[in-house]
């Protein structure tokens, strides 16, 4: 049995920069990070264990300390505003991926476009894009596409976590509806989420069998990359860390490919790496590995 690891993987450059500045020395006990700063566990557990704070948007009444931070995700003018004049001193961290996407958003509209964002209406980063736009819609699939009735002029951008094949299939079916006079489609999906779908593809090519996916169940990219896995007719598990993992998932598997999402720390991903394996040594003798080294944080952005 053998084991491959995707070549890109793990904790974008976004997401490490607003870690790393939650983590300095100089907010120890002195921060609050409104919204989820990463979809991790273990990195909000590491966060908590450093004395930062973590509230939702509705519950900036709650902030005790002085220094307050956006996150990756990035957030509306209106909240950062909401903040400055409630006396904190706001440190941003979104990422410039995100605020590329707010500028293209904002862009597409002043040239007279319906804004429309292929997403999760609920994800933050879409949140903060709404919060910006004085009309738009959020279309997660045809489903939404009622939304665009009595538009004729579409401009669209997406959650940067996307797929670009679910997206401009997306745009295709825009596209297609019969009242659309003219769609413009700006590409915002951020690179190292491509990296990260393209190093699938790579292991795929390599004819894993099986798939671990690492990364916080509640991290929309990690799911992405499973279900990548899944529409190429390979088996994929999402795990959050070694305890989600079972040793039957193996069993006739004679390949084994590993990934993490953009929020997956390297720790993690390494502790997830070395069971699998132990595991397979345990199977079939010495895994035979594969693959280069994943590519870090600092060298993917
Ligand atoms: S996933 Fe992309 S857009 Fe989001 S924080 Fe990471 S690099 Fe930035």
Redesign the pocket.
Request: net charge negative.
């Given at each position: 049995m053998k084991l491959s690891l995707a070549t890109a993987m793990g904790t974008?450059?976004?997401?490490q920069d607003a870690i790393d500045l939650a983590l300095s020395p100089e907010f120890k006990d002195r921060l609050t990070v409104v919204g989820q700063l990463v979809h991790n566990p273990q990195t909000v557990e590491r966060l908590r264990a450093n004395g930062v704070a973590i509230v939702e948007r509705h519950e900036i009444d709650h902030i005790t300390t002085q220094a307050v931070m956006i996150t990756?995700?990035g957030a509306a003018d209106t909240t950062r505003l909401d903040l400055q004049q409630r006396g904190f001193t706001v440190y941003d961290a979104t990422?410039p991926?995100?605020m590329r996407l707010h500028k293209l958003a904002r862009y597409l509209e002043r040239k007279g476009y319906f804004p429309v964002i292929v997403g999760q209406a609920n994800h933050v980063e879409v949140q903060g894009v709404l919060g910006n736009l004085s009309r738009s819609a959020v279309i997660a699939g045809p489903q939404d596409f009622h939304k665009l009735e009595g538009e004729t002029r579409i401009g669209v951008v997406s959650q940067?976590?996307n797929r670009l094949q679910k997206v401009e299939q997306v745009v295709a079916g825009i596209q297609a509806l019969p009242w659309i006079e003219e769609v413009r489609f700006v590409d915002t999906i951020?690179q190292?989420?491509k990296d990260r779908q393209q190093a699938i593809g790579d292991l795929l090519q390599l004819g894993i069998d099986l798939g671990i996916v690492i990364g916080g169940k509640n991290s929309a990219?990690t799911r992405k990359l499973k279900e990548l896995m899944i529409d190429r007719g390979v088996e994929a598990h999402h795990v959050e860390s070694i305890a989600d993992i079972d040793e039957e998932w193996f069993c006739d598997k004679e390949h084994v490919g590993i990934t993490a999402g953009?929020s997956t720390p390297q720790d993690v991903i390494e502790e997830v790496s070395e069971y699998v394996r132990q595991l397979i040594a345990k199977r079939s003798g010495p895994a035979k590995h594969t693959s280069h080294d994943p590519i870090t944080p600092s060298a993917s952005s």
């Amino acid at each position: 049995m053998k084991l491959s690891l995707a070549t890109a993987m793990g904790t974008c450059f976004g997401v490490q920069d607003a870690i790393d500045l939650a983590l300095s020395p100089e907010f120890k006990d002195r921060l609050t990070v409104v919204g989820q700063l990463v979809h991790n566990p273990q990195t909000v557990e590491r966060l908590r264990a450093n004395g930062v704070a973590i509230v939702e948007r509705h519950e900036i009444d709650h902030i005790t300390t002085q220094a307050v931070m956006i996150t990756a995700h990035g957030a509306a003018d209106t909240t950062r505003l909401d903040l400055q004049q409630r006396g904190f001193t706001v440190y941003d961290a979104t990422c410039p991926l995100v605020m590329r996407l707010h500028k293209l958003a904002r862009y597409l509209e002043r040239k007279g476009y319906f804004p429309v964002i292929v997403g999760q209406a609920n994800h933050v980063e879409v949140q903060g894009v709404l919060g910006n736009l004085s009309r738009s819609a959020v279309i997660a699939g045809p489903q939404d596409f009622h939304k665009l009735e009595g538009e004729t002029r579409i401009g669209v951008v997406s959650q940067t976590t996307n797929r670009l094949q679910k997206v401009e299939q997306v745009v295709a079916g825009i596209q297609a509806l019969p009242w659309i006079e003219e769609v413009r489609f700006v590409d915002t999906i951020c690179q190292p989420v491509k990296d990260r779908q393209q190093a699938i593809g790579d292991l795929l090519q390599l004819g894993i069998d099986l798939g671990i996916v690492i990364g916080g169940k509640n991290s929309a990219n990690t799911r992405k990359l499973k279900e990548l896995m899944i529409d190429r007719g390979v088996e994929a598990h999402h795990v959050e860390s070694i305890a989600d993992i079972d040793e039957e998932w193996f069993c006739d598997k004679e390949h084994v490919g590993i990934t993490a999402g953009t929020s997956t720390p390297q720790d993690v991903i390494e502790e997830v790496s070395e069971y699998v394996r132990q595991l397979i040594a345990k199977r079939s003798g010495p895994a035979k590995h594969t693959s280069h080294d994943p590519i870090t944080p600092s060298a993917s952005s």
